[in-house]
């Protein structure tokens, strides 16, 4: 059984990553799952991105096990595995610590929505995770990790509202495929930025309003979008 299409799909979004700015060192991760199969790969941990190859990738199943590769996973794939196995739809999780996006999880902040390019890529505030308890974070801290985030969108909509922050700790971001969880990464530091500034001169500023949300997100999502060519 083969595993090579995802190994090249996720090296190619791992090799994105730096390409974007998102990741300083090595402060990052893509995974991209075969749903059917209930397989994904994900990136070794601590390799130096331009020694990548898809053949370094590691595959594992969505119980944990290690079927393919020859390095330990990154330490971050129980919470890649966590919201495969809880949120229907998404094939690929993009981790960073991207710098502006953290500062919103430093602060334990939602991050607003104030404006259409946020409106364009996420339907709502891109929440923030609670502070995990000592218990949590002693125990199997990744998977707990993950627990937390699926908690904390009880009431929201995965596919709407793709990325999450993870208070005290980064952004975690998904998609339909490797490329679009990057380019969602990347969105989300984006917005993070346009934020900070946006209340850095005020305070106050209010969220984009209710109509102006609606109107930016379906354009792009949904069975009425109508934004770029079809296919």
Not at 44 to 72: C, F, H, Q, W
Not at 84 to 111: E, Y
Not at 165 to 192: C, D, M, Q, Y
Request: aromatic share 8%; proline share 8%; net charge negative.
């Amino acid at each position: 059984m083969s595993y090579q299409s995802i190994k090249e799909e996720c090296l190619a979004a791992n090799l994105a990553l730096p390409k974007t700015g998102l990741v300083d060192l090595t402060f990052g991760n893509v995974s991209v799952a075969d749903p059917e199969r209930r397989v994904f790969a994900i990136k070794p941990s601590g390799v130096d991105y331009e020694k990548l190859t898809a053949a370094d990738m590691v595959i594992l199943d969505y119980e944990g096990n290690i079927l393919e590769g020859s390095y330990r996973p990154s330490s971050d794939t129980p919470t890649h595995r966590c919201l495969f196995l809880h949120f229907p739809g998404i094939r690929s999780v993009v981790h960073t610590h991207s710098r502006s996006a953290v500062a919103f999880a430093q602060a334990g902040m939602d991050l607003p929505c104030l404006g259409t390019t946020h409106c364009d890529y996420f339907h709502g505030p891109v929440p923030v995770t609670r502070t995990m308890t000592p218990e949590e974070i002693g125990g199997e801290y990744e998977w707990e990790t993950g627990k937390v985030i699926v908690e904390r969108f009880a009431n929201l909509k995965p596919l709407d509202v793709p990325a999450v922050l993870v208070r005290n700790h980064g952004p975690f971001a998904w998609g339909p495929s490797a490329s679009k969880a990057v380019e969602t990464a990347l969105a989300l530091e984006i917005v993070a930025d346009m934020a900070l500034k946006t209340l850095s001169l005020n305070p106050s500023a209010a969220p984009a309003p209710p109509d102006l949300l609606q109107k930016h997100f379906f354009r792009k999502h949904g069975p009425g979008a109508y934004y770029g060519q079809s296919s």
